[in-house]
């Protein structure tokens, strides 16, 4: 049988008439040295480590990043401005944007910068919408229209590209989001962002949301005008909520490295990346997905769980028989694309990664020959069984420094029978 991915796999995926291919562009806009850094439990890295952050950004080909809040402070600035300068100096593609409140305080540092560095960058300017948090910070409608229209303004007579967001678009009243991103439009802005700020929202609101933001702005003439999903994961749906915004239209979605970021944190950028490639709607190389987390996950001081999909330790590990079995069988057909599939929904070699598999309680007889083999040790009869034999008896799965010293008859992996 030849082997052709369209016959070895049937994808119930794209069956459907609602189920097509995009035609259009989707893009990224990667919150992480923003947002991600919000994150009450992250370390902020030191700016050299930030630097190699955006630039492995770039060579994932996200095209846009949020570089900071220099309204926040002077260390703030200082670190957009080294952001802003390694792009220009490294040449990247990647398009640098910052956070603002709406106010001039907050737009003004953007502005300098922008200048100093030679650069444009894109003013994110940000204003709660819901009447949760109107009543909160004892807002009415005339005020934050009056907010928006000063800060637009002020910002695109500056010079500077602007994406009006509205917090907590996901609880908003539609007239009120109506009014907000009419007068921001009006007076220059060229991108609207829809932020599910408390992860509210469900893939059925998106695509509420969403069909009437695409009408609102098909109703005032401002096709034109890009559209940005920004979701948090509270509820655990940021991955299918910017999935189905994208369906339903939207032209560049957020996310952060392992989806760090406010409490839960925000759609994991490597999930999405992965998912759209998988979907057809990007062809980037994402062969440096791994390292991008991992470097994210070293320097901010935050693990990634064991179990966590795509970049976590065990995404390609197993120490099953069964699936061991598999993909060894799949291995020996010749075809390493069919390996890297047959028990797993996303091909390691897709993210820079190997299938990996172990020795523990569940393998079989297969999964030690193979570690033997691929290690260049000779899988005799007498040293398969003494290792089969223990993995039988243990608690979980071996090291290989603990299958090394089971060859060589050393006593120190006693204590992978206890349990501990």
């Known amino acids: 049988m030849e082997l052709d991915e369209k016959h070895m796999l049937y994808d119930w995926n794209t069956l459907g008439a609602d189920v097509k291919p995009l035609r259009r562009r989707v893009d990224f806009d990667d919150e992480t040295l923003r947002d991600g850094l919000q994150n009450p439990s992250v370390v902020d890295p030191h700016i050299e480590d930030k630097k190699r952050i955006l630039h492995l950004m770039n060579d994932l080909g996200i ?35 910052c956070a603002a409140r709406t106010h001039k305080n907050d737009i003004t540092p953007i502005l300098e910068i922008s200048s100093k560095v030679g ?9 709660g919408s819901s009447p949760i948090r109107q009543y909160v910070e004892n807002w009415d409608i005339d005020r934050m229209l009056r907010l928006t229209e000063e800060a637009v303004d002020f910002a695109v007579k500056g010079g500077l590209p602007v994406m009006m967001v509205t917090e907590d ?9 109506r009014r907000i991103y009419t007068t921001a439009i009006n007076f220059g802005a060229k991108r609207i962002c829809l932020a599910d700020t408390v992860g509210h929202v469900t893939p059925y609101g998106v695509k509420h949301l969403m069909r009437f933001i695409k009408e609102m702005l098909r109703e005032i003439g401002a096709q034109d005008v890009k559209v940005d999903w920004h979701g948090h994961r ?38 999405l990346l ?4 998988l979907m057809g709607y990007i062809e980037q190389d994402l062969a440096k997905l791994d390292e991008y987390c ?22 390609f590990r197993t120490a099953t028989g069964v699936h061991a079995a598999a993909i060894i069988k799949a291995e020996k057909k010749g075809h390493a694309w069919l390996a890297d599939r047959v028990y797993s929904g996303v091909p390691a070699s897709l993210v820079g990664r190997d299938q990996v598999i172990e020795i523990g309680p569940m393998s079989g007889e297969s999964n030690v020959i193979y570690w033997l083999t691929k290690r260049g040790v000779e899988p005799t009869r007498e040293l398969v069984e003494k290792i089969f034999r223990a993995a ?15 060859i060589h008859g050393e006593p120190a992996y006693a204590t992978i029978f206890d349990g501990h």
């Open 119 to 127: 650069i444009p960058i894109e003013a994110c300017t940000f204003l």
């Open 234 to 271: 509270d509820r655990g749906l940021a991955i299918i909520n910017s999935l189905v915004a994208i369906e339903e239209g939207a032209d560049r979605i957020h996310g952060t490295a392992f989806g760090i970021g406010e409490r839960c944190g925000n759609a994991p950028m490597e999930v």
């Open 169 to 177: 678009t996901t609880r908003a009243h539609p007239e009120d989001l």
């Open 274 to 277: 992965v998912n759209c490639k």
């Open 63 to 97: 095209q846009a990043a949020d570089i900071g809040l220099p309204g926040a402070g002077p260390r703030a600035v200082e670190d957009v401005i080294a952001l802003a300068q390694e792009i220009v100096e490294a040449k990247l593609a990647i398009r640098p944007n």
């Open 294 to 315: 991992r470097f994210v996950s070293r320097v901010c001081y935050l693990p990634i769980a064991p179990n966590y999909m795509i970049v976590g330790r065990d995404a």
């Open 392 to 406: 039988k008896q243990a608690h979980r799965v071996f090291t290989d420094e603990e299958i090394l010293e089971l």
